[in-house]
């Protein structure tokens, strides 16, 4: 619900805050006082077009906010935590600015969102109805979740069950259709995961093959260089026939050092230090001698290596940088080459799935389209009897339930056949069978027309209310605006109008621009726009009225003067008329 509304810099107004409560709300004022600037207040704060033109003169942004109480829209706070916006107290801060240069941005709960975003958090809490603004039932598909709404519990049910059906059946459709339409790719996707395992299991590698392969290789075509680069540092580390070497110059300088160890404790540990060096030199001249002797060359050797290395390259090309990641591409190939191979069964699969979610599709949609038949007959009784009361005693409305025919299919196989019930094959869509549409005759023996086309703007209003009052217990709307939804109707039309605004704002709160002091006598709160002007800049303001101030306003509605007796005690004479219908209510 909304509970507060303030504008600053927009059209006439410059800076108003409008409290709002549950209930009836009126809006009067006198033409050009600023009325419209309220609807279009909305508008921004639920995500319309901004226009520029409507920032007021002078002023460099007009802006909007709109307090909301969200403790019991779980949905709509959701939204907003989801957006980053803040909640506090269950409150929520909607706002719009419109730059004078044509910017626009959007908050919730303080948060900064795009304009759409704001549309689509905004626009299930509030419903505009005025005479260039019914589109919202005007539309087929709302048309048809209003009827199952109004269908209860039953119809809420059937639908849920079908839709759950209908989204399976289409996941199936289109997994069959991609495994049935890629046969030929998956035959020569299976041709080629076959031939690459053959070749794969033909050479049969082993983890770390190739790098082992290439190091023996390199050893094998080097062998004589190795050979020699080994004995030369053998000879060097301990000659064999007494040259000069490491080992004895080791030595040498060894004992020469021990031989001065009792004079210096230093020179000592320095001798003991190459007695240790003497003995390393020793074991890696050992060491060496034997790696000099074990190599070979071998030439059989190195051209089966490089014969096999060959074969591993050819592998490593075509399925990886490394036979690890051949291997790897070999283990995910099998598993494919098993999909693949099991797609026959898939389809099978998928075909006897989808035959039986069609006859359950089927069988949902009839009783889903009963339901809607019942509920239909019903709406369109009260809806009617609704209408009786808003001096159109001739009018009749009615729900058209009806079917979208189709030929029968060559193969109920194919994709999206349409599907056969009570004996004639119809086409089916995400919420059911059904094209529901809301048709209007105004007068005695006039055909039923769709909304759009059979009512005039005075007689569209008054259908749009009726239809709103009879939905009211269903609607998942917290909140109703009718712009001058009165306009062209007087009289005794004018009175059920009020009754009906004010039946409805039993159930939601209700807030309506009106110039018919029959209408503004049934409100709860009374709200004045009043333009006042000094001499170059025009400005109005709102004015919750009291008691007296009512009185005054409905005599300026009734007959243009706030202080004619007359006026005023046929005004008071509304007021006690409004009063009472609503306590006997």
């Known amino acids: 619900m909304l509970e507060e509304i303030r504008i600053s810099g927009l059209g006439v107004i410059d800076s108003s805050t409008l409290e709002l409560g549950p209930g009836l709300t009126v809006i009067t004022g006198e033409t050009g006082a600023g009325k419209t600037m309220i609807v279009t207040a909305l508008g921004l704060l639920l995500g319309g077009r901004a226009d520029a033109g409507a920032v007021r003169k002078g002023q460099k942004s007009a802006r909007v906010e709109g307090v909301v109480d969200a403790r019991r829209l779980e949905s709509f706070a959701g939204g907003v935590e989801e957006v980053g916006g803040e909640i506090e107290d269950g409150r929520v801060l909607l706002a719009r600015s419109v730059a004078a ?40 598909r709302a048309q048809r979740d209003a009827l199952d709404r109004f269908g ?114 230093e020179a000592g540990e320095l001798a003991d230090r190459l007695a240790e060096v003497t003995y390393l030199l020793s074991d890696v001249a050992a060491d060496v001698a034997s790696y000099a002797t074990g190599i070979d060359t071998d030439p059989a050797r190195l051209a089966t290596v490089s014969e096999r290395r060959a074969a591993l390259t050819g592998l490593t090309r075509k399925y990886g940088d490394t036979i690890d990641d051949v291997l790897a591409w070999s283990e995910h190939a099998a598993r494919r080459l098993l999909e693949l191979d099991g797609a026959d069964d898939r389809i099978d699969q998928l075909r006897a799935e989808r035959a039986q979610l069609r006859a359950a599709l089927t069988e949902q949609a009839a009783g889903l389209s009963q339901a809607r038949q019942a509920a239909a007959d019903e709406l369109g009784r009260l809806v009617t009897a609704e209408l009786g009361g808003l001096s159109m005693p001739h009018a009749r409305l009615t729900v058209d339930v009806r079917q979208r025919a189709a030929q029968a299919p060559a193969s109920v196989e194919s994709p999206h056949a349409p599907i056969e019930v009570a004996g004639h094959w119809v086409r089916y869509g995400s919420s059911g069978i059904d094209e529901v549409e809301l048709l209007l005759a105004a007068n005695t023996g006039s055909e039923p027309r769709p909304l759009g086309k059979g009512a005039s703007g005075g007689e569209l209003s008054r259908v749009m209310l009726a239809i709103e009052v009879v939905l009211a217990a269903t609607s998942p709307v917290p909140t109703f605006v009718f712009d001058e939804v009165d306009a062209g109707v007087g009289g005794t039309a004018a009175v059920e109008i009020g009754r009906r605004l004010a039946r409805l704002a039993r159930s939601a709160q209700v807030l309506v621009v009106t110039h018919l002091p029959q209408v503004a006598a049934y409100a709860d709160t009374h709200v004045a726009v009043e333009k006042s002007s000094d001499g170059s800049i025009t400005s109005s303001g709102l004015t919750v009225l009291d008691d007296e101030g009512r009185e005054r306003e409905l005599s300026r509605m009734l007959a243009g003067l706030t202080e004619s007796d007359t006026a005023l005690a046929h005004a008071r004479e509304l007021l006690d008329v409004a009063r009472a219908a609503r306590d006997e209510a």
């Open 101 to 140: 240069e044509g910017r626009s941005r959007a908050f919730v709960g303080g948060a900064s969102v795009p304009i759409t975003t704001l549309g689509e958090l905004s626009a299930p809490l509030v419903a505009v109805h005025g005479q260039s603004d019914q589109h919202r039932l005007l539309q087929q």
């Open 152 to 265: 209860g519990a039953q119809v809420q049910r059937l639908r849920a069950a079908y839709v759950a059906t209908y989204d399976r059946l289409q996941a199936t459709e289109q997994e069959l259709a991609e495994v049935s339409g890629s046969l030929h790719e998956r035959a020569r996707e299976a041709d080629l995961l076959r031939f690459g395992l053959g070749e794969i299991e033909a050479v049969a590698p082993q983890p770390g093959e190739d790098e082992a392969l290439a190091a023996e290789e390199s050893r094998l075509g080097f062998a004589d260089t190795l050979r020699t680069a080994a004995e030369q540092a053998r000879e060097s580390l301990s000659a064999e026939h007494g040259g000069p070497d490491a080992l004895g110059a080791a030595a040498a300088a060894r004992r020469l050092l021990d031989g001065v160890r009792e004079h210096d404790s």
